[in-house]
């Protein structure tokens, strides 16, 4: 589990939630198409937390954690590097190589990232942004310290 506070909600977590059968109205997917497991229950600014009702999501996700339950990612899943991001390869082998070394998530993160964008223009801000990344071999999400 774990907490996000934003600006006008917040947030508890739930890592395997899909796998939920009896608690479920709560919570939501905050990225659809993007998360297979993780869940959410959101709390706007002000409202009330039912502490019963929330009771029972955790006794759920204990009970699903102690079963050993999960939900594992598919690694198998191939990773479709965009046109626009191949044609930066074919003309710099360093960046190529640079991304080679990326673990198989962050090459993911990066070419859906550029996949994402709907315009040509903002695809290329994009690449423009991400290849000093890339060649210092952190992820599109990892944290600066």
């Not at 905050?30 to 006794?59: C, H, P, V, W």
């Not at 070419?111 to 315009?119: G, L, N, Q, T």
């Not at 695809?123 to 999400?141: A, S, T, W």
């Amino acid at each position: 589990m774990g907490i996000g506070a934003f600006k006008n909600h917040s947030v508890l977590w739930f890592f395997q939630e899909a796998l939920l059968q009896v608690n479920t109205n709560l919570l939501i997917n905050a990225q659809e198409g993007k998360t297979k497991a993780l869940r959410q229950i959101r709390f706007e600014a002000g409202s009330k937390i039912d502490k019963q009702e929330l009771l029972k999501y955790i006794d759920e996700t204990i009970s699903l954690h102690k079963l050993g339950k999960e939900i594992k990612p598919d690694l198998k899943k191939g990773i479709f590097i965009p046109s626009e991001l191949s044609g930066f390869f074919e003309s710099n082998s360093e960046l190529k190589k640079a991304f080679s070394i990326l673990t198989p998530g962050k090459q993911r993160e990066y070419a859906e990232y550029i996949s994402e964008a709907k315009r040509d223009e903002t695809k290329q801000e994009r690449i423009e942004k991400i290849i000093p990344m890339i060649k210092v071999g952190i992820g599109l999400n990892d944290k600066n310290c």
